[in-house]
């Protein structure tokens, strides 16, 4: 199968990875004829060079910039787009793909929009990238379409990937501040009192507005939280890693998107508030 993978961060880098044995297509931002990259699966260490896109047909094309970024990556490529069947985001946060599904619109681009809920876990160390933490990746159509393409290798479809993704919205809303504001690893908001009565209360704000806005939660998003928090204990949240690296943060695609919904209902949040423009200052 021919996969595309428009930018290569841990995440994209990652999914390489998985995907080593199909044909893979690297998009990048400038116009270089191919890309390494090295992943490190504890002691495997597997470095490849992958060829730039030419335009040759891809089953997939998997989107893994960070998501402010997406518009600006697919419109580099937007003359080459209808060579790509599927169109897969595959990144933290929610706001993008509307975004997306608007802009593929106006271009008069009719590929079928997918995207991704992740729970694999890899950082950048050098010129590694490091697979943290082993998850899954469910996708599913964004407009709700019955049609099923080929398997995209090592990830499962769910009919209700929005769910999936406000469910993990919840969680990033939660987490990523807190940890990015107190720099902390992610399993110190439940053992240290201060942190973790922030996250108590910051998960009742998120909880309120689910609530109010009849999204679905799997569970109590204290509890949620709590157990993420405990069973991602040694990670340093994707926001933290920004925070430290100085690059910019998916906070806006996370508390902004949040903070968007409840002002178009009047609702406050106001910790949510706080935490993201303490973090965008
Ligand atoms: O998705 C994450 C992130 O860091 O962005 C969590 C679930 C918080 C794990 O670190």
């Known amino acids: 199968m021919n996969i595309g993978i428009l930018g290569l961060g841990s995440l994209g880098s990652l999914m390489a990875y998985h995907w080593r044995n199909h044909a893979l297509f690297v998009l990048p ?31 997939w094309l998997v989107v893994c910039t960070k998501a402010a970024d997406t518009l600006a990556a697919l419109n580099k490529w937007k003359h080459l787009l209808t060579q790509a069947n599927n169109i897969l985001l595959l990144q933290n946060g929610m706001g993008q793909q509307q975004e997306t599904v608007q802009w ?54 769910s009919e209700n990937i929005k769910e999936l993704l406000l469910n993990k919205l919840a969680i990033n ?22 942190y973790k009565q922030a996250l108590i209360a910051l998960s009742e704000e ?17 509890e949620l939280a709590q157990q993420v928090a405990i069973a991602t204990a040694a990670n340093t949240s994707s926001s933290l890693q920004d925070k430290l690296a100085n690059r910019p943060t998916e906070l806006p695609y996370i508390c902004g998107y949040l903070l968007e919904q409840a002002q178009r209902i009047a609702y406050d949040l106001p910790l949510t508030q706080f935490y993201y423009h303490h973090l965008s200052a």
């Open 29 to 59: 931002r400038t116009d270089i004829s191919s890309v390494n990259i090295k992943v490190q699966d504890q002691d495997t260490l597997w470095q490849t060079q992958l060829p730039s896109w030419q335009g040759e047909p891809l089953e």
């Open 206 to 222: 998120v909880a309120g507005l689910y609530a109010t806005l009849s999204w679905p939660l799997s569970q109590p998003l204290t």
């Open 173 to 194: 809303a939660v987490i990523n501040p807190l940890t990015a504001y107190w720099e902390c690893k992610n399993g110190e908001l439940v053992n240290t009192p201060q």
């Open 104 to 157: 593929l619109q106006q271009q008069q681009i009719n590929t079928p929009l997918w995207a991704a809920m992740c729970t694999e876990g890899a950082y950048q160390e050098n010129d590694t990238v490091i697979y943290a933490g082993r998850g899954s990746t469910q996708i599913g159509s964004w407009l709700g379409s019955e049609y099923l393409p080929p398997q995209l290798p090592k990830t499962q479809y």
